[in-house]
């Protein structure tokens, strides 16, 4: 069964970059056929899919972020990361990563259990 992982500071200064590594388990991100995803949830608010890499390393992003988002990976060790720079407190949310067969899903088949990340000076 795949397990995924966030990994990532919990706090982020306005204007920085927000990095966050997801790791897998029981699976691999070069061979087994997901959409590998990350997805969030601001307080209040609804999920919010971000963006996803295959397999084959082709990346997709949801077009209201795309000019601030970079999707990565790390074939050696299992892990996708996601980069998001000119943080706001907009950006304060519970971060998820995720893999599902299908793209573009907010309630993939797996989920890692999320970490919170809040952005404050």
């Known amino acids: 069964q795949v397990q995924l992982q966030e990994s990532g500071p919990g706090l982020v200064r306005p204007s920085q970059t927000l990095s966050l590594t997801c790791s897998v388990s029981?699976?691999?991100?070069?061979?087994?056929?997901?959409?590998w995803s990350w997805i969030r949830q601001p307080p209040g608010k609804g999920l919010e899919w971000m963006g996803a890499?295959?397999?084959?390393?082709?990346?997709w992003y949801n077009p209201s972020l795309k000019s601030r988002t970079s999707i990565s990976r790390d074939t050696s060790k299992d892990q996708f990361i996601l980069q998001l720079t000119s943080v706001t407190p907009e950006d304060t949310a519970v971060y998820y990563c995720?893999?599902?067969?299908?793209?573009?899903?907010?309630?993939?088949?797996?989920r890692g259990q999320g970490t919170q990340v809040t952005v404050s000076s």
């Open positions: 995720g893999a599902d067969r299908q793209l573009e899903t907010t309630h993939p088949e797996y």
């Open positions: 890499i295959d397999s084959s390393g082709s990346i």
């Open positions: 029981g699976g691999s991100i070069t061979t087994d056929y997901y959409f």
